[in-house]
């Protein structure tokens, strides 16, 4: 399975962006059937959590720093996977990435993903 994360950009704080991850390639059912989630590294940071939702679409998790400010969705249909995120603010720069979990849940260790897309940069300037 190959991940074409898109959307990132420049904006500014209290902006809103919207970022898309786009599956292909082999064993694409596979993203269908599993949990799909998104990450992010800040430079200089770790990989973190920020949402994730199941393979239907109807079960999403989310980190407290983004909780109510960001909307995970996926259309199945077309193998994609949206981030659209509200009210931004400096701390949300960093690359993030879209990846395909294990399994069917929503899950938000990054151990529970086996495929991971390149990542897009997101920039917020305050």
């Known amino acids: 399975v190959q991940l074409q994360a898109s959307g990132g950009g420049l904006v500014q704080a209290g902006g809103s962006l919207s970022l898309s991850c786009a599956a292909s390639?082999?064993?694409?059912?596979?993203?269908?059937?599993?949990?799909m989630g998104w990450f992010r590294q800040a430079q200089g940071k770790e990989r973190e959590f920020v949402a994730s939702?199941?393979?239907?679409?109807?079960?999403?998790l989310y980190a407290d720093s983004v909780k109510g400010r960001f909307t995970i969705s996926r259309d199945s249909a077309r193998n994609t996977l949206y981030l659209h995120m509200d009210n931004v603010v400096p701390d949300d720069t960093a690359v993030y990435y879209c990846?395909?979990?294990?399994?069917?849940?929503?899950?938000?260790?990054?151990?529970?993903?086996?495929?991971w897309g390149q990542g897009t940069l997101v920039t917020v300037s305050s």
């Open positions: 990846a395909v979990a294990r399994g069917s849940a929503s899950v938000s260790g990054s151990d529970g993903y086996n495929y």
């Open positions: 390639g082999r064993y694409i059912r596979t993203v269908s059937n599993n949990g």
């Open positions: 939702v199941n393979w239907r679409g109807a079960s999403a």
